[in-house]
C-alpha cells in the first residue's frame, strides 16, 4: 500500500453532517463537521453514575468535631437529620455555637438538673421549628409532625463524665425533646468480648 497524501475524508456520518461557510464572499470554502452524539452521551452517563456513587443517597447528616471521640455500639439505627448538641471535653455545642464550658456544668451550679444557658438555645430552636413547620390537620401526619418535633440527637465524648450528658439529657427534656438519640459509631460483631 502506497503512501498518499492526506485529504477529506467523508465517512459513514455524511448524512449527520452540515455543511457551512468559512471566510469571507470571496473564499467560497466549505467545510464540513459533525457532533458525534453516542460518545457524548456515554460521557454524561459515566459523570452521572460516578457522582451518584460519590454522593450518597441520605448524606452525611452528622459531622463529628475532631474533639470528640465517639462510643462504639454493637447495634443501632441509621440517624435522620434533627437538631444536634455535641458534647466535647472543652464545650457544649448547640448546631455549631457554642452554649457553655463543659467544665461548669455540673449538679453543684445546676441543682435543679437545668443548664439555663443551653436550655435558652433549646428553647429558641424548638419555637422556630414549630412555627416554620406548622401542625398539619391531618391526624396521621399530626402524630409524625408531634414526633418529629421531640427528636434530638447528642454527639458526647466516650470519657465526658455521666453527670454532663445528664444535665444536658435533662434540660433537653424539660424543653420538648422527648426522643434523645444518641450519635455512635458501630463496632464490629467479630471484636466482642467472648462470654
Known amino acids: 500500500m502506497s503512501i498518499k497524501k492526506p485529504s477529506s475524508r ?24 459533525s457532533l458525534n452524539l453516542v460518545p457524548m ?17 441520605t448524606g452525611e447528616i452528622l459531622l463529628q468535631q475532631a474533639d470528640i471521640e465517639l462510643p462504639k455500639a454493637y447495634s443501632g439505627r441509621e440517624l435522620e437529620r434533627y437538631p444536634m448538641i455535641a458534647v466535647s471535653a ?9 452554649v457553655i464550658r463543659t467544665g461548669s456544668v455540673t449538679e453543684q451550679n445546676f441543682p435543679d438538673l437545668k443548664v ?22 391531618d391526624p396521621e401526619k399530626a402524630k409524625k409532625w408531634l414526633e418529629e418535633s421531640k ?6 465524648d466516650e470519657n465526658i463524665d455521666f453527670e454532663v450528658i445528664r444535665l444536658v439529657i435533662t434540660t433537653a427534656a ?10 455512635t459509631l458501630k463496632k464490629a460483631r467479630d471484636s466482642a468480648p467472648a462470654s
Not at 10 to 33: A, D, P, T
Not at 41 to 57: E, G, N, P
Not at 90 to 98: A, L, P, S
Open 174 to 183: 424539660i424543653e420538648g425533646y422527648s426522643a434523645i438519640n444518641f450519635a
Open 90 to 98: 472543652k464545650d457544649v455545642v448547640f448546631e455549631g455555637v457554642e
Open 41 to 57: 452521551i456515554d460521557m454524561f452517563v459515566i459523570l452521572v453514575v460516578f457522582l451518584l456513587i460519590t454522593f450518597s443517597a
Open 116 to 137: 439555663p444557658e443551653l436550655s435558652k438555645v433549646l428553647k429558641t430552636a424548638h419555637d422556630a421549628y414549630q412555627s416554620n413547620h406548622p401542625m398539619p390537620n
Open 10 to 33: 467523508v465517512g459513514y456520518s455524511v448524512r449527520n453532517m452540515r455543511s457551512i461557510r468559512v471566510g469571507s464572499n470571496k473564499s467560497k470554502r466549505n467545510q464540513l463537521f
Open 151 to 156: 427528636q434530638i440527637i447528642i454527639q458526647a
